[in-house]
């Protein structure tokens, strides 16, 4: 049976987790570098916890699906994460070198039953018919188990991969465009001036409202105005002092019905 650790960490003793295999430990961490091998996450350490911020939504966790409130919004959540995170949206990018493949659970629930090898290999195609830059494939966190199964496909699109250890900020360094199928990445990318490309449609994607979905445009990809679309994706973002100030609830609540 398969099992991952997900664990929180500082500074404290993980010595427990020495006699668990490496690579089903994640280890997300504000302070010292893990003293055991395992999969490190380096997050800043900005000093309190109310610059947490977690999504919200009533139904569902899609876009598509789930009530996010969002569709009345104001400045305030997005002013908040701004401050919290030193953040703000780069201007778009138009130089970069490599396309980076971001790469969802194999079976996960927002595949939706679209076998990933099948996703990547013709991801690889439609990449291909259109651009010749480098491919940097990045795996999900949770799925370096699954790397060798991969590696032909690597191999026939002369495509490398991105190292265990290293931080999605670092394969943005030098990104010309991301291409993933509806994850996260498809926000992250164009908050750091990075055009995203998606499979799925887009209403099952939080970066869906600004995303291309036509390959042929990859080197000429579409670069839509993001200052709607970010206050709006803020807007279902919450602190833990949102939580207990009310402020959260105050503003979900008009949609109980």
């Given at each position: 049976m398969g099992f991952e650790i997900v664990v929180a960490?500082?500074?404290?003793?993980?010595?427990?987790?020495?006699?668990?295999p490496p690579r089903q430990i994640h280890v997300y961490s504000k302070g010292n570098t893990?003293?055991?091998?395992?999969?490190?996450?380096t997050l800043p350490n900005i000093g309190r916890e109310a610059h947490t911020y977690l999504r919200y939504s009533f139904n569902g966790v899609f876009p598509a699906t789930g009530i996010y409130c969002n569709d009345?919004?104001?400045?305030?959540?997005?002013?908040?994460?701004?401050?919290?995170?030193?953040?703000?949206?780069?201007?778009?990018?138009?130089?970069?070198?490599?396309?980076?493949?971001t790469l969802q659970r194999p079976m996960g629930w927002s595949m939706r039953g679209i076998n990933l090898m099948s996703w990547l290999e013709e991801t690889f195609t439609k990449i291909r018919q259109y651009s010749d830059r480098p491919i940097v494939l990045r795996w999900h966190p949770g799925n370096w188990k699954e790397f060798p199964n991969y590696a032909h496909l690597l191999a026939k699109y002369n495509a490398t991969i991105?190292?265990?250890?290293?931080?999605?900020?670092?394969?943005?360094?030098?990104?010309?465009?991301l291409v993933c199928h509806n994850s996260t990445p498809s926000a992250v990318a164009p908050i750091e001036g990075i055009p995203a490309f998606i499979t799925d449609d887009p209403s099952y994607s939080q970066?869906?409202?600004?995303a291309n979905t036509d390959f042929s445009l990859l080197e000429n990809p579409s670069m839509?105005?993001?200052e709607q679309w970010i206050r709006k994706l803020a807007q279902?973002?919450?602190?833990?002092?949102?939580?207990r100030s009310g402020r959260c609830w105050a503003h979900m609540r008009q949609w109980v019905v």
């Open positions: 960490h500082y500074n404290e003793n993980l010595d427990w987790l020495k006699d668990f893990a003293a055991i091998p395992c999969v490190q996450h009345r919004y104001t400045d305030e959540n997005w002013n908040n994460m701004r401050r919290d995170y030193n953040m703000d949206l780069a201007p778009w990018r138009t130089q970069g070198n490599h396309i980076l493949i991105s190292p265990q250890e290293r931080h999605i900020t670092e394969d943005l360094k030098n990104c010309w465009a970066g869906g409202d600004i839509p105005d993001r279902c973002h919450w602190s833990f002092e949102d939580l």
